[in-house]
């Protein structure tokens, strides 16, 4: 079930599914620690003696507030008579997760409605050893397990604290007719439970015909007692809504940078929407000690027993420079120190990182067909170097690339170099960037050609004239092997991938829309007739003839493809994909016409994203849903990247 709308504050994340109920709480790392392990956190309604949980009987609108990470949710229950409007968001300062209610009576008579609230947390990801309990001296639920601990309160009907509520075991069926009574709509008052708990509270008003009542419901988080004990006095000492005006005041201005709102001022309005809301987005996935987080959606647990919830140097390649370019550079400092901080001894980064910086699960393996290799994709490290002269050309701070010029951009570089085929000149094998091939890659070559291109302008601002001029030559020299040795005379385009044979490469004859990062690299100039065709037969091959459209990753990409899928399509539709078609448009054009050419594509993306204006990572080919991770971080980056380049190119032309 995709993540509709998450709301984060860089420590403390929430994910949102389709049916509004919590499913992810990640804290103090967005992405490590998933204390709600994908389960739902139910709510429920009683109204007059009649009991609903919140889901197919009920109406829900997810959105977010125009221009900030404040959700705009509508539920109705016209058989109820009922409407709720919820606004969530996460503080900017503290980790106080808020919830604003308004309950509204639809009909012209008095109603009794009760809200209740159900957790399930499992506590550093697993549901041992936890404990729920009403703690009498904030007047509230805590959640606690050695070191994390969850206090939720309310204030209801202008009254502070909790005064309904229940603790039960996870091996009792939840809200069971011991703990809740759905005739009465009352909580048991269970004070304690431990091992595997939950907890549930309530929320008690009365309404007069047509009339409404407003509520507010938090969660806090911390490491000890005291700790979530003084972020409760503060909620209650600066006001819920002083809060959430507060934090909705303060994404509005981080969103509103004048350099990027003259930006888009010729942009359909639907297009620039888009973009201001993937920027939003891309934050809730950074983690404020610099992890910049592949997605944060645990569905995807379900399928491989592992999530997405880790660093990669290739999405975070992308996300920093997307970044860099919509005027946000400074949020993506720590991303380099981090990047410096896992870089290994050699020069490389492995296939994925924790938040944290340790090291991830990887299922690249260090044995191919008997021989030992390194379980690396040389496409991350290299793009990681191509995103900090991104992030340097535009903020220009010298004293802030300085510290990473031994530790990150020279080990890099110097790992590039070395890791090549003396023969032929082109990088040895490696991983490709879809996580699946071990070979050469025509992708991993650009960026590598486009990393050792940014490491000679840092050399160069350093004045290390000589490893300018190498890394320029070993850049040279990869570029006039890529036309010798990966163009396939019988197909009059290039390829995808070689295996290493005598005197060359055995070419990979699978059409792949990662080929256009030739291109998209600035290696090979898109109009040159080669790569022109080799663009053509990628449109033509994996653009999708069906009624959803968009472009697959492709020829025979069977990842998350449904067995019901139509036939004669190549794989699902990715907005990288998607984007990459437009992107490489964008590059090639040479008038505002053929310019225009990459809108189409822009509005594809708005056509499939989620009314919260959430990507996916992929969409479904028969009806647009989304598929796997949503939202995928990548996804987001590429927009904001594709249409930051049209309107660069726009001014170019």
């Not at 204390?35 to 889901?55: A, C, M, N, Q, T």
């Not at 492709?554 to 437009?582: C, H, K, M």
């Not at 809108?599 to 993306?605: A, K, S, T």
């Not at 796997?628 to 380049?645: D, Q």
Request: glycine fraction near 6%; aromatic fraction near 12%.
């Amino acid at each position: 079930m995709p993540r509709d709308i998450p709301v984060s504050n860089g420590t403390l994340l929430l994910n949102f599914d389709s049916n509004y109920q919590i499913r992810d709480v990640y804290f103090p790392y967005i992405g490590q620690e998933n204390h709600g392990s994908g389960k739902p956190f139910r709510i429920g309604i009683w109204v007059d003696g009649e009991y609903s949980w919140l889901g197919e009987a009920w109406e829900i609108h997810l959105k977010y507030r125009d221009n900030t990470l404040a959700t705009d949710v509508l539920l109705r229950n016209t058989n109820m008579g009922i409407e709720i409007r919820c606004n969530d968001i996460v503080d900017v300062e503290l980790n106080v997760y808020i919830k604003k209610i308004e309950v509204i009576n639809l009909i012209d008579k008095k109603r009794d409605v009760r809200l209740f609230f159900s957790h399930d947390f499992n506590l550093y990801g697993n549901d041992i050893g936890g404990t729920a309990y009403f703690d009498p001296r904030s007047a509230s639920i805590i959640h606690y397990k050695v070191h994390r601990y969850f206090l939720i309160s309310c204030l209801e009907e202008k009254q502070w604290g909790v005064r309904h509520y229940t603790c039960g075991r996870r091996d009792e069926t939840s809200l069971t007719k011991k703990k809740f009574s759905e005739a009465e709509g009352n909580l048991d008052g269970e004070a304690t439970a431990w091992g595997s708990p939950y907890s549930t509270i309530g929320i008690h008003m009365n309404l007069n015909p047509y009339s409404s009542s407003t509520n507010y419901y938090w969660i806090v988080a911390g490491e000890t007692y005291p700790q979530v004990a003084k972020l409760n006095l503060d909620v209650h000492n600066l006001t819920p809504e002083t809060i959430f005006q507060r934090s909705s005041g303060y994404w509005m201005t981080w969103i509103r940078k004048e350099s990027l709102v003259i930006k888009l001022k010729d942009l359909p309005s639907t297009i620039g929407d888009i973009l201001n809301r993937s920027l939003l987005i891309l934050r809730t996935q950074i983690d404020n000690s610099g992890a910049i987080i592949a997605a944060t959606d645990s569905d995807i647990i379900r399928f491989g027993k592992d999530t997405y919830s880790y660093v990669w140097g290739r999405d975070g390649a992308f996300v920093a420079a997307a970044l860099a370019k919509a005027g946000y550079s400074s949020i993506c400092m720590k991303y380099f120190d981090y990047c410096a901080r896992v870089l290994s001894e050699e020069g490389y980064m492995f296939q994925h990182y924790n938040p944290d910086g340790s090291l991830a699960s990887n299922w690249h393996a260090w044995i191919v067909e008997g021989k030992e290799v390194l379980p690396i994709q040389e496409d991350s490290t290299a793009l990681t170097l191509w995103a900090l002269w991104i992030h340097h050309e535009n903020l220009i701070d010298i004293e802030f690339i300085r510290p990473l010029y031994n530790s990150l951009i020279l080990k890099a570089a110097n790992f590039l170099v070395r890791y090549r085929d003396e023969e032929t000149k082109l990088p040895l094998p490696s991983y490709d960037l879809w996580e699946e091939r071990y070979a050469l890659h025509a992708y991993t070559v650009a960026s590598v050609i486009a990393g050792l291109r940014a490491a000679s302008k840092f050399a160069d601002l350093f004045q290390d004239l000589d490893l300018a001029k190498e890394y320029n030559l070993v850049a040279d020299e990869m570029t006039s092997a890529v036309e010798k040795y990966l163009y396939h005379d019988g197909l009059k385009r290039y390829a995808r991938s070689g295996t290493r044979v005598d005197g060359g490469y055995k070419l990979d004859e699978v059409i792949d829309i990662s080929i256009l990062g030739l291109s998209t690299f600035g290696v090979i100039n898109p109009s040159e007739p080669r790569m022109y065709s080799t663009f053509l037969a990628i449109r033509e091959e994996l653009w999708l003839k069906s009624s959803t459209s968009g472009c697959a990753r492709y020829q025979g990409d069977v990842y998350q493809r449904e067995e019901n899928s139509p036939p004669g399509i190549p794989g699902n539709p990715w907005f990288i994909s998607t984007l990459w078609i437009a992107e490489f448009l964008i590059e090639k054009a040479v008038s505002r016409k053929e310019l225009d050419l990459a809108l189409p594509y822009f509005e594809w993306c708005v056509k499939n994203a989620l009314p919260s204006g959430v990507f996916a990572e992929q969409v479904d080919p028969s009806n647009g849903n989304p598929l796997c991770v949503s939202p995928l971080t990548w996804s987001h980056s590429a927009y904001v990247w594709t249409v930051l380049r049209y309107i660069e190119k726009g001014k170019e032309l």
